[in-house]
Every structure is written in structure tokens, then in C-alpha cells.
């Protein structure tokens, strides 16, 4: 392997994939968070008081929020 002066190469060490880990564990508690907010704040795309069509949009980032941690999680165990 090349390097320049005064460079290391890079090694994945069990820190940096702890980190990345920890990293995905954080960005999941904030995807937790945000749709906990989303799911309780009155204002929505389409309101509650439309009956029916109102907890749609509810229903959609639930579904996408646990979609997108699902996926992080198996990014994280590969």
C-alpha cells in the first residue's frame, strides 16, 4: 500500500463500529422521538377531525418511522 507522508492507513477498529453502533442507536431514539411528537402535536397533514382520513398520515409515519429503524438495526448487526 502507498501512503503519503505523514499518513496512517486506515484500519476499522472495534471503537469505529462501536461508535457507528452508538451512532445508529442515537439516530433511532430521535426517529422514536419525532414521530412520538408527530403522533401527539393536533397539527397534522390531514386533520383528526376528518374521521377516517385523518389518521392516514398517522398511520403512514408510524409505519415509515419503524421501517427506517428496522432497517438501522440490521445495518448495525451487519
Known sequence: ????RGQQPHVQT???KESKA???RT???ITLA???LY???PADVI???MVGLGQIDDIIVF???VATILMRLKATKA
Open 1 to 4: 500500500m502507498t501512503q503519503s
Open 14 to 16: 472495534e471503537t469505529t
Open 22 to 24: 452508538l451512532s445508529n
Open 27 to 29: 439516530k433511532g431514539i
Open 34 to 36: 419525532v414521530i412520538a
Open 39 to 41: 403522533l401527539v402535536f
Open 47 to 49: 386533520p383528526d377531525v
Open 63 to 65: 409505519a415509515v418511522g
